[in-house]
């Protein structure tokens, strides 16, 4: 597994080829695969590809900044490793490799609380700027402590994931029969999950002042409601296609919650971002910072931490470029008059953005 590469990756293609060729059929599908028939899983896609640039040029774009803020630190790209179970099934240390790769590049790590090595370990691997992402399996009791033990260990903000009131049908995980270890022998507590109301994120923001970033809204609705409550994170996410089936996709519903929440908190968004194009459209649209799912596991099981280093400075290099082209020199400078609603052109697959790789043979 994580087989070290003898030359660098020029693409994000090359990337995904070896983590294909790495990975066992069980964990490549559990990575890649999404709810059902897969159509969110395509619409996310479906949704960054019908979005256009509409570029400006003879602008001075000789010195590009394509650093952000987050939660008042400097990170060097407006991106997240979005919070993954079971790393430790993709590479060897898990979220402590994912750590390592997140502080040595300069991006922010959410660490899951169903992955390895935990809250604790992962915190002392490496020096990153963190946030601890919580499913909430117990009481009121059980999460508090989650809190004291996120804060005591220096995580920035605390996330509560909100699309899994059910745990959705994962057809590929069905069909291999892979039994994934951690839900195996993880304690019961999947009734707090779908319990689970605005009433504990009340009870939450009355009890906590640590920042909250509610993952998993879908509609503007919902964001409102979000806000209502004081939440200082509206996080856009179907969970990359992998929970409610026949969703929209994410690009698509970002304006509408940006526009609801109208500045009142930062907006987040995930799904299908696996291009520095797609990160370029989300900032245009008006989210904050966009949290990448598979792609960073996809560059750890390529080559481990520095195959996770490698594909953020691909994705770096492809935001540079594509911020340049558009004629701004730094996300300051971009506004939805950089973007248009266009015709989607291609595959709307999970790797539709990887025209050269077509789906890699499964199983
Ligand atoms: C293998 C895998 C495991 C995931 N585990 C979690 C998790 O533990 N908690 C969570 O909130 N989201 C989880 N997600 C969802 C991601 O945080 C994120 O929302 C999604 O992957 C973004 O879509 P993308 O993979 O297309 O970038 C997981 C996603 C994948 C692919």
Redesign the pocket.
């Known amino acids: 597994m994580n087989a070290p590469h003898t030359e660098p990756f020029l693409t994000l293609q090359e990337i995904i080829a070896a983590a294909r060729r790495n990975l066992a059929p069980g964990p490549w599908s559990?990575?890649i695969g999404g709810a059902e028939t897969e159509t969110t899983v395509r619409r996310?896609r479906q949704a960054l590809d019908s979005i256009a640039f509409r570029p400006r040029v003879l602008r001075d774009v000789s010195r590009i900044d394509s650093s952000a803020d987050f939660f008042g630190r400097k990170v060097r790209l407006p991106v997240m490793l979005?919070?993954?179970?079971?790393l430790e099934s993709i590479v060897e240390g898990g979220a402590a490799a994912a750590a390592r790769g997140a502080a040595q590049f300069g991006v922010p790590q959410i660490l899951?609380?169903?992955?390895q090595p935990g809250l604790e370990a992962t915190a002392a691997a490496a020096d990153t700027v963190r946030v601890f992402?919580l499913?909430v399996r117990g009481d009121d009791a059980w999460v508090d402590d989650h809190v004291k033990r996120a804060l005591a260990h220096g995580y920035a903000a605390f996330c509560l994931?909100v699309d899994v009131a059910m745990y959705s049908r994962r057809e590929r995980d069905l069909v291999g029969r892979f039994v994934k270890p951690w839900r195996a022998t993880a304690p019961a507590g999947s009734n707090f999950q779908s319990g689970l109301s605005w009433d504990q994120v009340k009870r939450f923001k009355d009890k906590h002042s640590v920042p909250l970033i509610l993952?998993?809204i879908a509609t503007a609705e919902d964001a409102e409601i979000a806000v209502q409550h004081g939440v200082e994170v509206v996080y856009v996410?179907n969970?990359?296609?992998?929970q409610l089936d026949h969703g929209l996709g994410s690009a698509a519903v970002l304006p509408p919650i940006v526009a609801a929440v109208g500045g009142r908190a930062e907006v987040w968004v995930?799904?299908?971002?696996?291009r520095g194009t797609d990160i370029v459209k989300a900032i245009a649209l008006g989210a904050h910072a966009v949290?990448?799912?598979?792609?960073p596991?996809l560059g750890l099981a390529a080559a481990g931490v520095p195959g996770l280093v490698r594909a953020l400075e691909i994705l770096e290099n492809e935001i540079q470029t594509c911020l340049g082209l558009l004629g701004v020199a730094s996300f300051a400078g971009l506004t939805s008059h950089h973007v248009a609603a266009a015709p989607p052109v291609g595959e709307a697959g999970?790797f539709g953005a990887f025209p050269l790789l077509g789906e890699p043979p499964h199983g």
Do not use: E, W
């Not at 899951?112 to 992955?115: A, D, F, I, L, P």
């Not at 969970?239 to 992998?242: N, P």
């Not at 949290?291 to 792609?295: A, H, S, T, W």
């Open positions: 559990y990575l996310n979005a919070p993954i179970g079971g899951s609380s169903v992955c992402q499913y994931t993952k998993g996410s969970h990359g296609g992998r995930d799904g299908g971002f696996m949290g990448l799912g598979r792609l596991c999970v």
